[in-house]
């Protein structure tokens, strides 16, 4: 099973890398863009668990691991069953 | 006194810590290695600055799982004393023995640089040889330094006292330019609520002696001689005068002035 993680800075925490990803963008005349947050991806393999298992320790790992939940939120999603 | 320095793969300020600890205040001083279970009873542990797992995931996220760890925290949950200097600090974040986390410098860069900070509180065992609201000069070296707390914790730690540095200008004003980082409320360093746990940005060991520019570090490693020996003083009067109790209590941990 493959699945995805994506961490990214909480909206109330400042992301000062996004921030200058804007401005370069902005210099390059894509005024278009409002915001940009950057964040991280994880791809995962997962082997002998069912989906329901699965779902219980994707949210689990992201949490105690992947992300720092004080300044990081996650959302996850399975690319292969 | 016996003082013990962690070291992770990636520790680079582990030399230097022992040689301020060992040769510069006179402190039988011992290498912990990472693997290791046995934290040889020490008085003061001390995770020192570095690239602990080469900063992977986030500063001190990986190192926090390494075996030591574990009993760093039963030393730390006994009210033992631990000292995280940078990365070590990062470590003490990310393990949860402090609140709060790190984020990258509010100007993206890696800063090494000498800066000033004043002590807030004076009344721990960290920073009793100071005073209140002196002026310190120790130097940073680090890429995620902007501490930050979300504002109900931030509160917390200004009501408990437990914000021992804020990074300032030479004469002890805070300001934008002087908080080099951008860390919330000025912070380079704080003590956890039962005050047996100090993170700190700063370096103390690099400011341990006048040919390195500034003695001032000393003030934080003479905090804990005293704190420790006070704290062992009273214990050996306890023994000798057998069912009197000791005289003086065990000083404060922490205390708001």
């Not at chain 1, 949210?59 to 999603?77: C, G, Q, S, T, Y």
């Not at chain 2, 290498?31 to 570095?50: A, I, N, S, T």
């Not at chain 2, 986390?101 to 004076?122: D, T």
């Not at chain 2, 730690?157 to 805070?174: A, P, S, T």
Request: aromatic share 8%; hydrophobic share 40%; proline share 5%.
């Amino acid at each position: 099973m493959k699945v995805r993680i994506l961490v990214s800075l909480k909206e109330s925490v400042l992301d000062p890398q996004g921030q200058t990803v804007k401005n370069a963008l902005h210099t390059l005349g894509y005024n278009q863009i409002k915001d940009v947050r950057q964040g991280k991806v994880f791809e995962i393999e997962l082997e002998g668990l069912g989906r329901s298992e699965a779902e219980k320790i994707i949210p689990e790992i992201a949490d105690r691991v992947l992300a720092n939940p004080i300044i990081e939120k996650f959302i996850w999603e399975i690319l292969e069953a | 006194m016996k003082f013990g320095v962690v070291v992770f793969p990636g520790s680079n300020c582990d030399y230097d810590t022992f040689h301020a600890l060992q040769n510069v205040m006179g402190q039988e001083t011992v290498f912990l290695w990472h693997k290791e279970h046995d934290l040889q009873r020490v008085d003061c542990v001390v995770l020192p600055g570095g690239f602990s797992y080469g900063d992977y995931l986030r500063s001190g996220a990986i190192a926090r799982f390494s075996p030591i760890m574990r009993e760093v925290k039963k030393f730390a949950d006994s009210g033992g004393l631990v000292l995280g200097i940078c990365n070590g600090f990062q470590i003490l974040l990310e393990a949860g023995l402090l609140p709060g986390a790190m984020l990258r410098n509010k100007n993206l860069k890696f800063l090494c640089q000498h800066v000033h900070i004043r002590i807030e509180n004076n009344r721990t065992a960290f920073s009793n040889a100071g005073h209140r609201g002196q002026v310190l000069r120790i130097p940073i070296a680090h890429f995620d330094g902007n501490y930050y707390a979300p504002p109900d914790l931030l509160s917390g730690l200004e009501k408990n006292g437990q914000i021992i540095f804020r990074y300032c200008d030479e004469k002890g004003k805070l300001s934008e330019a002087a908080n080099v980082n951008g860390s919330v409320h000025s912070i380079a360093g704080l003590i956890n609520r039962q005050g047996n746990v100090l993170g700190m940005m700063p370096h103390p060991e690099r400011a341990a002696e006048k040919i390195l520019g500034s003695e001032d570090g000393k003030i934080i490693f003479q905090s804990i001689l005293n704190y420790l020996e006070k704290k062992k003083g009273t214990g050996k009067k306890k023994a000798t005068r057998g069912v009197r109790p000791a005289v003086s209590p065990l000083p404060p941990l922490i205390g708001t002035s």
